[in-house]
C-alpha cells in the first residue's frame, strides 16, 4: 500500500510577515494617492480657469464654498472617479443628524435610508460635498475633469431648488450638463476609452447620454426607469434648438422675399 504524501508544516511565522509586508504597501500606496489626488486638486483651484470660474459663480450665487469642499478619499472597491454630495439623515424623532463619508455610502445604505424616510423615520437632504476617489484617478487631466463635473451639480445645486435624491429628472438634467460641460466626453477621451474607433459621428452626444444614465442608475429611487428619465430630460433641449431652427428658417425666407 502506497505512503501518503507528507505535508510540510505551516509556517504561520511566514505567513504573519507576507500579510504585514501587503498591509504595509498598501498603507504606502493609499498615502501616496492621496498626495497624488491633492496636487492635483491644489493645482486644479490654482490654475484651471474652470474650476476658477465654477468657485467664482459659487460665490456670486451667494454659496461660498467651505475650504474643504473637495476631498481626495479611498473608495475602497468602488469604481467611481468620484462624486457629489453625502446622504444626511435627519432623525423625525430627535432631530438628530447622522451622516457617512459619501464614499462610504454603499447602495445598501443609500436604500435604507430611503426605506426609512418612506416609513417617515428619516428626513433626507443631500450635503453639498466633493470627493474624488484617489486610487481611480488616471492623470491630472482626469482629476480636474472630475472636479469640474462635481462643480457643476455644486452651482446647480446652489442657483436652483433641485432635489437630486427624490426628483429622477432634477437628477438627469445636472448629470446632462455635468456630462456636456466637463470636458469627459471629448473626443480624444472617447477614443482613450476605446468607445470611437468605429463610430464617430455624433460621439459627443451619446457619451453624454451614456454617462448620464449610469449615473442616474446609481441613485435607487431612478435606477429602473435611468433611460427614460435621462430621455425625458434631454428631449425639452431637442425641441428648443429645433424651435430655434425653425424660426431661422422662417426669418431667411423673409428675408428672400422682401428681397
Not at 40 to 57: C, D, I, M, P, S
Not at 93 to 108: E, F
Not at 160 to 174: E, G, R, S, V, Y
Not at 229 to 247: E, F, G, S, T
Amino acid at each position: 500500500m502506497p505512503s501518503e504524501p507528507k505535508h510540510e508544516p505551516i509556517d504561520s511565522a511566514a505567513i504573519a510577515a507576507v500579510t504585514a509586508e501587503a498591509k504595509r504597501k498598501a498603507v504606502e500606496k493609499s498615502a501616496k494617492d492621496k498626495e497624488t489626488c491633492e496636487k492635483y486638486v491644489k493645482k486644479g483651484l490654482n490654475r484651471n480657469v474652470t474650476v476658477q470660474f465654477l468657485y467664482e459663480r459659487l460665490l456670486q450665487l451667494g454659496c461660498s464654498p467651505p475650504e474643504n469642499l473637495i476631498r481626495c478619499l479611498d473608495c475602497k472597491d468602488s469604481q467611481r472617479g468620484g462624486g457629489f454630495g453625502a446622504v444626511e439623515e435627519i432623525d423625525v424623532a430627535s432631530k438628530k443628524i447622522n451622516k457617512n463619508d459619501s464614499c462610504a455610502q454603499s447602495k445598501k445604505e443609500i436604500d435604507a435610508l430611503l426605506a426609512k424616510q418612506r416609513d417617515g423615520g428619516a428626513t433626507l437632504r443631500l450635503v453639498p460635498e466633493i470627493y474624488l476617489c484617489q486610487q481611480h484617478l488616471r492623470d491630472e487631466t482626469h482629476a480636474q475633469e472630475a472636479m469640474v463635473h462635481e462643480l457643476i451639480h455644486a452651482v446647480d445645486m446652489c442657483r436652483t431648488k433641485m432635489d437630486p435624491i427624490k426628483n429622477c429628472i432634477h437628477l438627469a438634467c445636472t448629470e446632462i450638463r455635468a456630462e456636456n460641460l466637463s470636458g469627459e466626453c471629448h473626443w480624444l477621451r472617447e477614443m482613450q476609452n476605446g468607445r470611437m474607433l468605429t463610430n464617430v459621428v455624433g460621439h459627443g452626444a451619446k457619451c453624454v447620454k451614456r454617462r448620464a444614465q449610469l449615473s442616474v442608475k446609481a441613485n435607487p429611487n431612478c435606477a429602473d426607469k435611468a433611460e427614460e428619465y435621462v430621455d425625458a430630460a434631454i428631449k425639452p433641449k431637442n425641441m428648443l434648438m429645433q424651435h430655434l431652427k425653425d424660426a431661422t428658417k422662417i426669418h431667411f425666407r423673409s428675408i428672400d422675399t422682401q428681397t
